[in-house]
């Protein structure tokens, strides 16, 4: 068996993606695609060919989420090679949005960001839609098998599928066990804090899933895993995991205790809070409204402030004396 990790370009402020080629006897599998773009084809058809192969000889491709960088260019990939494709079962209703889905979507996000406090419906439309139309660069193929919590990897039994969720919901890390390897995806990242982006609950209707705390929680089933590398989705493998996963614990219970004080000190609305936390990031509302609406989340499963709706749907936070 044999890992090699494949950077590619991507048009992202993040820089490189990481991809993974996975060897073994008869099985070849890609892990993550890389964004739908020429440059990034190009890239990885030439570190392919560095280790002697070329994308038509891919048996696999596993994704360890929908993202754009890691799924863009999965139809290309299975057009050309044929290659069977592996995910979490969240995985396809996100990279195949139908007219409905995305609809659903919209007015999801129409009502968090209405309910963070943007009442000013063109500002809101207009976040809705970048938000909405980011779907468009997903990977656009059927996902042929879904991989659960626990499942061996099909050609590769050593390594075991973890459901790690938080940053996506359909999230999943790859470990083996025998040499201590974990293949991360964007769970955990060195040289930055991973977002958990809010994201609409899988079945319309349902509660919106808190994502931090559920990515809080997905950070201590991989803590408590023993393994030596960490392989990223971005930026260089990742060997202390402890002591990062115990940093970015850290900084969010801070992040936390400034999101109390602020309610405490009279901010009201999501959106208050989030442009004292983030004044220089306004530019990326939805990494920021996250953030924050994450942190408040927690704070309020945690009893330390409670959240009261306005009548015009507009999310008003107070301190719980
Ligand atoms: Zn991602």
Redesign the pocket.
């Known amino acids: 068996m044999s890992i090699h990790k494949i950077p590619l370009p991507t048009s992202f402020e993040i820089g490189d993606v990481n991809v993974y080629l996975l060897r073994e006897k008869e099985c070849l599998t890609l892990i993550d695609t890389g964004t739908s773009s020429s440059v990034g084809e190009q890239a990885l058809e030439k570190s392919l060919a560095e280790l002697g192969h070329c994308v038509e000889d891919l048996d696999q491709i596993v994704l360890t ?1 929908y ?1 754009a ?2 799924a863009g260019l999965l139809e290309r990939l299975v057009s050309r090679s044929g290659a069977k494709v592996y995910a979490h079962p969240l995985t396809e209703r996100l990279i195949l949005p139908t007219a409905e889905s995305l609809a659903e979507r919209a007015s999801f996000f129409d009502s968090v960001y209405l309910g963070m406090g943007i009442t000013d419906n063109i500002k809101r439309q207009t976040v809705v839609d970048e938000i909405v139309g980011y779907q468009e660069e997903m990977g656009q193929a059927g996902i042929d098998v879904e991989l659960h919590e626990g499942d061996r990897l099909p050609g590769h039994d050593r390594w075991r599928v973890i459901y790690t969720p938080g ?2 919901q359909d999230h999943i890390s790859l470990y083996q066990e025998q040499d201590g390897l974990m293949v991360l ?2 769970h955990l990242l060195q040289n930055i804090s991973s977002n958990a982006f809010i994201e609409p609950p899988s079945t319309a209707g349902e509660e919106r899933p808190k994502t931090l705390m559920i990515y809080r929680e997905a950070l201590r089933k991989v803590n408590e895993l023993e393994w030596k590398v960490g392989y990223p ?1 971005h930026f260089e493998d990742i060997y202390d995991y402890r002591a990062l996963i115990e940093k970015r614990f850290r900084s969010q219970e801070k992040r936390a205790k400034s999101v109390v004080e602020l309610v405490q000190a009279g901010k009201r609305k999501g959106i208050e809070i989030c442009s004292t936390l983030f004044p220089k990031s306004m530019n990326y509302l939805p990494l920021i409204m996250s953030e924050t609406l994450g942190h408040l989340d927690w704070m309020t499963a945690e009893g330390m402030i409670k959240k009261s709706v306005t009548d015009a749907g507009v999310w008003e936070y107070s301190p719980v004396k």
Do not use: A, I, L, N
Request: aromatic share 0%; hydrophobic share 0%; charged share 20%.
């Open positions: 989420h993202h960088d890691h940053h996506s995806g964007d989705g």
